[in-house]
């Protein structure tokens, strides 16, 4: 039972525009969002999070969204550069809890 | 800030060696650790909860007896995988939470050990 979503796997973007990453879950109990990027070989770096009582957040040149009705989180970055490249996990953490649900993951290739 | 270093990155050993992996938060303390599991082109997927000075809260289906987890200070978090077999051979990795942290807090993730049991 995947309680998170990533459906899919890869994502090609040119140089200069955006990226959306999505996610969606299931388990209405979370209420703490992640997303991290992976190079290979290395563990996750954080990248932005959002609690459930916003529905956006911001940092730069990424941005969370949040729509809780739709049980459904997305990743934008703008503008999207060729260092972007990786695997970018969404997590999402149970109400009382520090665990973390990841999803499979989507492989992002910003091409040049 | 918010390094956390795991060592072994890799490892290679027969089958039935027990294999320590260690964690460790450079920068902050950590009363909470956590271990991964990662296969192949799958997701992150949590084997257990490192409590400094007590006992581990392992997930569903995780042998405690298998994955033997100490937590004896505020900075490190050993895994030891006992008596590996090839079907124990993956990709761990371990977290941190800042315990100064207030409220949300994200985790630092350590680089990983790959683990090949032959």
């Known amino acids: 039972d995947q309680q998170v979503k990533q459906n899919s796997p890869s994502l090609s973007v040119q140089e200069g525009r955006i990226s959306i990453l999505n996610c969606d879950y299931t388990?209405?109990?979370?209420?703490?969002f992640l997303w991290y990027k992976k190079y290979p070989a290395e563990g996750p770096t954080f990248l932005i999070s959002?609690?459930?009582?916003?529905d956006k957040n911001e940092d730069g040149r990424f941005t969370v969204f949040l729509n809780k009705s739709a049980k459904h989180l997305s990743l934008h970055i703008v503008p999207s550069q060729p260092g972007d490249s990786a695997v970018y996990f969404c997590?999402?953490?149970?109400?009382?809890?520090?665990?973390?649900?990841f999803g499979t993951g989507t492989r992002l290739k910003v091409l040049a | 800030g918010a390094v956390v270093s795991q060592h072994p990155s890799r490892v290679i050993c027969k089958s039935g060696t027990s294999v320590k992996i260690e964690c460790r938060s450079l920068d902050f303390q950590a009363t909470t650790m956590f271990w991964y599991r990662q296969f192949p082109k799958q997701s992150l997927m949590l084997m257990a909860t490192s409590n400094e000075g007590s006992k581990a809260t392992y997930e569903q289906g995780v042998e405690k007896d298998k994955f033997l987890i100490n937590h004896a200070s505020l900075t490190l978090s050993t895994l030891t995988v006992t008596s590996a077999h090839p079907e124990d051979s993956s990709f761990y990795i371990c977290?941190?939470?800042?315990?100064?942290?207030?409220?949300?807090?994200?985790?630092?993730f350590g680089d990983g050990t790959r683990l090949s049991i032959l």
């Open positions: 997590a999402a953490s149970p109400s009382g809890t520090y665990k973390y649900i």
């Open positions: 959002i609690s459930s009582i916003k």
């Open positions: 388990n209405s109990m979370f209420d703490y």
């Open positions: 977290s941190a939470r800042d315990s100064k942290g207030v409220g949300d807090q994200p985790q630092h």
